[in-house]
């Protein structure tokens, strides 16, 4: 059985109040704090379905995190159920080599309030804010954030590079999605030798003051915009990310 109550334990609050942009920037926060962007299931060729009960036990019961079909999956079921307007959406990756990745294969969602927002909580090193659609610029600790209108119903999330430059981190279409509508992008991104998420282990989490990401066999640590990068050797990775991320490395095997 699915508990909201449970779920709002696991992320760190104790009650939400009222269904507003305050209420939905708090749960984005919390969140992202709380639950790691984790590829360790990919990693070790477990399954991971389109279904919201299987993210529920696995993030909530288990401690764990995962990607965005999970992430955003399960949080877009807490939103509905708190009252949130929501739906899912598809977005593009734009990879830090400017290449695409496979197109619409990234689930996010948009929530209805006083206007349409984004709030994505499955893409790791991204906006911890809900981002109008109005081209309206949002700032947190990971940077400075707008989403810009291409085409009708087409948009790119970008995050301020330098005074000058913008970079698009995705491309997204407002379109509303069905959860089901990612099976073969989900498939794709667990089994397919050109996905990112089949390279190596990936687990990343928002700090206050930056983020903590565990790479392959480096952890990096960003506070306040600087990056220190230490070697992680095979028999001190379990005790690193049950330091770092909460996450018991025996669920992940």
């Known amino acids: 059985m699915m508990e909201i109550d449970k779920y709002l334990q696991r992320i760190g609050i104790g009650n939400t109040k009222g269904i507003g942009l305050e209420t939905l920037s708090q749960l984005q926060l919390q969140h992202m704090l709380h639950v790691p962007f984790e590829n360790l299931d990919v990693m070790h060729h477990i399954p991971i379905p389109l279904d ?6 696995k993030i909530v019961l288990n401690q764990r ?4 079909y999970e992430l955003n999956g399960l949080f877009n079921w807490l939103l509905q159920n708190l009252g949130f307007k929501s739906h899912f959406i598809s977005g593009t990756i734009n990879r830090p080599d400017g290449s695409w990745a496979k197109n619409g294969s990234h689930a996010t969602q948009i929530v209805n309030l006083d206007q349409a927002y984004l709030v994505d909580v499955g893409f790791g090193d991204s906006a911890r804010v809900p981002i109008p659609l109005t081209g309206e610029t949002r700032e ?3 940077g400075v954030y707008r989403a810009i209108k291409l085409r009708e119903k087409i948009f790119d999330l970008q995050r301020k590079e330098n005074e000058y430059e913008w970079n698009t981190l995705f491309r ?3 379109t509303p999605r069905k959860l089901t509508d990612f099976d073969e992008a989900c498939h794709f991104n667990q089994t397919s030798s050109k996905s990112h998420f089949t ?7 928002a700090t206050l003051d930056g983020r903590m990401t565990f ?3 480096s952890l990096i640590a960003t506070h306040h915009g600087e990056k220190q990068k ?8 379990s005790s ?5 991320f909460g996450i018991h490395f025996n669920h992940s095997v």
């Not at 919201?52 to 036990?57: F, H, Q």
């Not at 390279?199 to 989490?205: F, H, N």
């Not at 230490?230 to 990775?237: D, E, G, I, L, R």
């Not at 690193?240 to 770092?244: A, I, K, P, S, T």
């Open 140 to 142: 947190d600790i990971s």
């Open 65 to 68: 995190g995962g990607f965005c």
């Open 172 to 174: 997204f279409d407002i």
């Open 230 to 237: 230490t070697t992680v050797s095979n028999s001190k990775k």
């Open 215 to 217: 790479s392959g066999n």
């Open 199 to 205: 390279q190596k282990e990936i687990v990343s989490l």
């Open 52 to 57: 919201v009960e299987t993210y529920y036990k």
């Open 240 to 244: 690193v990310l049950e330091q770092y």
